[in-house]
């Protein structure tokens, strides 16, 4: 069974950065797209960005393309979101993703295993 466990959230001033991972555990998923989305209170989950197997893609939705970068090391199982200049509409549960769609789906459905989330809270 694959469990992906995020890690890294906590509380940070406006215009710092935070570091978000995600490790895979169960089997490797190499092979699968990758992707953060997050979810603010009374909001519904959004997309935030896409990896491919490869690392070579990538997509990010417009609100945070520029300061959110992500990344993947396959060998280590573990995907990666870089967060620069946070603001507090970035305030959120953050989950990771892991699908088989053969593109960077922007799309929940299609992504099959999800973590647990990590709260990212900026404040002014």
């Known amino acids: 069974q694959v469990q992906l466990v995020e890690s890294g959230g906590g509380l940070m001033q406006a215009g710092g950065s935070l570091r978000l991972s995600c490790a895979t555990s169960?089997?490797?998923?190499?092979?699968?797209?990758m992707g953060w989305f997050r979810q603010a209170p009374g909001k519904e989950r959004e997309f935030v960005a896409a990896i491919n197997w490869s690392g070579k893609n990538t997509r990010y939705a417009d609100s945070v393309k520029g300061r959110f970068t992500i990344s993947r090391d396959n060998a280590k199982n573990t995907q990666y979101l870089q967060m620069n200049s946070l603001k507090p509409v970035d305030t959120a549960v953050y989950y990771c993703a892991a699908g088989v769609s053969p593109y960077l789906s922007a799309s929940p459905i299609d992504y099959s295993l999800w973590g647990q989330g990590t709260q990212v809270t900026v404040s002014s």
């Open positions: 169960g089997r490797s998923i190499s092979r699968y797209v």
